[in-house]
C-alpha cells in the first residue's frame, strides 16, 4: 500500500468516518424536522461540514486519550495512533482543525447557540465520559449526553432557541430525548458482545460489574421500554402525522421484544441481533419522521 493510501486509511480510521457520518446524519434530519425549514441543499452541505468537524474531533482526542487502551483490544488495536502509525501530536493538530472548522460553519452559517451546543457535546465526550469508562458504568449515561445531543444541534441550527417550549418547538426536546433512550440497549449490546475485549481495556461500560447477566439485560428491556411512549410524541405535539406514529411504535416494540429475548436466553447472538437492529432502527425512525412531517 502507498504511503498516501495508507495515510488517508488512517485518517479514515481516525476520525471514524462511519460512525460519524451516522451521528451527522441525525443532526440533518432533525433541522428538516424543524418547523417551517425547508430541504436547501447549500444548508445541508453546511450542516453536515460543520457537524461532523465537531463530531470527528471528538472521535480523534478519544483515540488520542485511550491509545494505550485501544492498543490492548482487539478492535481497536490497528488504529493509527494506538499501533504507532501517527504521531500523538498529528492528532492534536487535526482535532484542533476540525474543530476549528466545525465551530466556525456552525457559528457563521446557522447561528452561535448551535455551535457552542456542539462544542458542549465534543467536551462532554472527550474530556468526560471517556476518562470516566474507565472509573464507573455511569461513563455510559454521561456519553449518552452527547450521543443526543446532535438532533438538538440539528434542532438548533434551524431554529436559533433551545427553550421556545410550546407547540412544536419542543420537538429538539423530544428527538433528544429519543436518541438518548436509544443508545443504552445499543450500547450495552455492543458492550456484551465485546465484554472480554473492553475487559482487556479496564472499560467499565456494562450497569453491574459481573459482566453479562440477567441485570444488564433487565436494563436493556427497562430503557427499551422506556422509547415506546416517545413514539408518540411528534404525533401529539404536532410534528409528524399518523402513519409515522404506527411505523415508529412497531420499531419500539420489535426493539422491545429483542430485549426481552435476551433476558430470557443470554445469548451473545442475541445481543449480536439487537446491536445491529439499533444500527438500522435509528435511520428507519428518523426518516419516517421526515417524510411524515407536519409543515
Known amino acids: ?3 498516501l493510501k495508507q495515510k488517508l486509511k488512517d485518517y479514515y480510521i481516525l476520525v471514524k468516518f462511519t460512525l460519524t457520518f451516522t451521528v451527522v446524519f441525525s443532526s440533518l434530519i432533525a433541522y428538516l424536522l424543524a418547523p417551517k425549514v425547508e430541504f436547501n441543499i447549500k444548508k445541508m452541505i453546511l450542516l453536515f461540514v460543520g457537524g461532523f468537524g465537531i463530531v470527528a474531533a471528538a472521535n480523534v482526542l478519544n483515540q488520542i486519550i485511550e491509545r494505550d487502551s485501544d492498543a490492548l483490544m482487539k478492535r481497536t488495536a490497528n488504529r493509527p495512533i494506538a499501533s504507532k502509525r501517527m504521531r500523538v501530536g498529528e492528532g492534536y493538530i487535526v482535532a484542533f482543525f476540525l474543530t476549528l472548522v466545525g465551530f466556525t460553519i456552525l457559528w457563521f452559517s ?3 447557540q448551535a455551535a457552542l451546543l456542539a462544542l458542549l457535546s465534543l467536551i462532554i465526550y472527550a474530556y468526560i465520559y471517556t476518562p470516566l469508562k474507565k472509573e464507573s458504568a455511569l461513563a455510559v449515561l454521561v456519553g449518552a449526553i452527547p450521543g443526543a445531543l446532535p438532533c438538538l444541534v440539528g434542532w438548533v441550527a434551524a431554529t436559533g432557541d433551545l427553550f421556545l417550549l410550546q407547540g412544536v418547538y419542543i420537538g429538539g426536546l423530544v428527538l433528544f430525548a429519543f436518541q438518548f433512550l436509544w443508545q ?6 455492543i458492550a456484551w458482545v465485546s465484554y472480554e475485549d473492553y475487559g482487556r481495556a479496564g472499560f467499565k461500560l456494562l450497569p453491574n460489574d459481573r459482566g453479562p447477566n440477567k441485570s444488564t439485560a433487565l436494563q436493556a428491556v427497562w430503557y427499551s421500554l422506556a422509547m415506546i411512549p416517545i413514539g408518540f410524541l411528534p404525533y401529539i405535539i404536532g410534528m409528524s402525522g399518523y402513519v409515522s406514529m404506527i411505523i415508529v411504535l412497531i420499531a419500539n416494540f420489535y426493539m422491545f421484544a429483542l430485549c426481552i429475548r435476551l433476558f430470557l436466553n443470554m ?9 445491529f437492529s439499533s444500527y438500522l432502527y435509528l435511520p428507519i425512525v428518523l426518516l419516517s419522521w421526515l417524510v411524515d412531517k407536519v409543515r
Open 267 to 275: 445469548k451473545v447472538s442475541t445481543a449480536r441481533l439487537i446491536m
Open 110 to 112: 446557522f447561528n452561535i
Open 1 to 3: 500500500m502507498s504511503k
Open 184 to 189: 443504552f440497549p445499543h450500547f450495552w449490546a
